[in-house]
């Protein structure tokens, strides 16, 4: 089967440094995304690891070990909007390049003042 | 706006009747995804479209489910005879084809009564 897995909730508090775990067992794998969900709203992209190592945008940071099957995202000098559940997603290309994502269960951050 | 748009955002139905979402993708998007997502969950992979051409179909979809996208630009999802389970956040998404970004929509979130 296939599956990612992620903690279920992180509590944090404004200005604080987060990580994100994501480990996965897919039966592809062309790359792990972060996606931000605002509660109600739509799934919006952060990041995207193809290759091992970090990828750093803004305060955002996100990480890869393909032979460990594992990546984080870090989350930085945390505000109160960053209150959100994170979602990361594997981007499965087996079968011809369909680029459809497998999700993770998501981990609900909660930035506390 | 020229985001991903569905329609409707919200949809209530009595069990056995079918519905239809529409998603306008991002004009220059050639590919575009519908997902499931229920409370508590992530993103659900369900069909693929590149242009007209629908390339993917998860397993999970049974054959109550049938998308659309006759000129490779909007798209649609019916469901017929709907159930108690199919109640959820149907979510579209769009991207480029060699992209590992992709655009979702506000969601149509549908409940069966």
């Known amino acids: 089967g296939q599956s990612l897995e992620q903690p279920s909730e992180v509590t944090a508090v404004e200005g604080a440094i987060v990580q994100i775990n994501c480990t996965y067992q897919t039966s592809g794998f062309y790359g792990l995304s972060w996606y931000q969900q605002h509660d109600g709203g739509a799934p919006t992209f952060l990041s995207y690891?193809?290759?091992?190592g970090l990828e750093e945008t803004g305060r955002f940071s996100s990480f890869l070990s393909r032979s460990d099957s594992y990546g984080y995202l870090l989350l930085q000098e945390l505000q109160m909007k960053d209150s959100a559940s994170y979602f990361c997603a594997v981007r499965d290309g087996a079968g011809g390049a369909t680029n459809k994502l497998i999700f993770g269960t998501g981990t609900l951050l909660a930035v506390q003042p | 706006d020229t985001g991903v748009s569905q329609d409707p955002r919200h949809k209530i139905t009595k069990r056995g009747q079918n519905v239809t979402f529409r998603c306008d993708p991002i004009s220059e998007h050639n590919r575009l995804y519908w997902y499931r997502q229920t409370l508590g969950q992530g993103p659900e992979f369900l069909t693929y479209f590149q242009n007209e051409a629908q390339l993917e179909k998860s397993r999970l979809l049974s054959d109550r489910f049938s998308a659309e996208r006759p000129k490779g630009s909007f798209s649609t999802l019916e469901i017929q005879r709907t159930e108690q389970g199919d109640s959820a956040m149907y979510l579209c998404a769009s991207s480029f084809s060699a992209s590992f970004e992709q655009f979702f929509g506000p969601g149509t979130r549908l409940t069966v009564l």
């Open positions: 690891n193809g290759l091992d």
